[in-house]
């Protein structure tokens, strides 16, 4: 199973940026995606997640300014960024989980992941 990310770059604040996530080796269908990101000596969070019913979890810091979506057909995930902030800056990493999706009970961060993408850094910085 592959993740490869693509869609990083430069961007204003203020700005928007549009990560995807393409997966091989695997039927999306069945499985949550999401995105995890690491800023420089910051631990690694979870900053959202889509399971397979498209039922969508963020994290409160990008509630209202990301949107993650999904195209099964594609086997592809992306994540919409607007309103970029300084710090949002990471390098942000695609994730696929085999078992259950997210829930209110564990959220994000109380799950493990099985498959993570290489990353891709956003930098936003006037």
């Known amino acids: 199973v592959h993740l490869v990310e693509s869609g990083g770059g430069v961007a204003q604040p203020g700005g928007s940026v549009r990560l995807a996530c393409e997966v091989s080796g695997l039927f999306l269908d069945n499985y949550a995606i999401g995105w995890f990101r690491q800023a420089h000596k910051r631990e690694r969070e979870g900053v959202s997640c889509i399971n397979s019913d498209g039922s969508p979890y963020y994290r409160d810091s990008v509630k209202g300014r990301f949107t993650i979506t999904r195209d099964n057909a594609k086997n592809t995930a992306y994540l919409q960024m607007e309103s970029l902030k300084p710090e949002d800056t990471a390098v942000y990493y695609c994730?696929?989980?085999?078992?259950?999706?997210?829930?209110?009970?564990?959220?994000?961060?109380?799950?493990?992941?099985?498959?993570w993408g290489q990353g891709t850094s956003v930098t936003v910085s006037s």
């Open positions: 994730v696929v989980r085999l078992g259950p999706g997210w829930n209110m009970a564990t959220g994000m961060e109380g799950l493990e992941f099985d498959y």
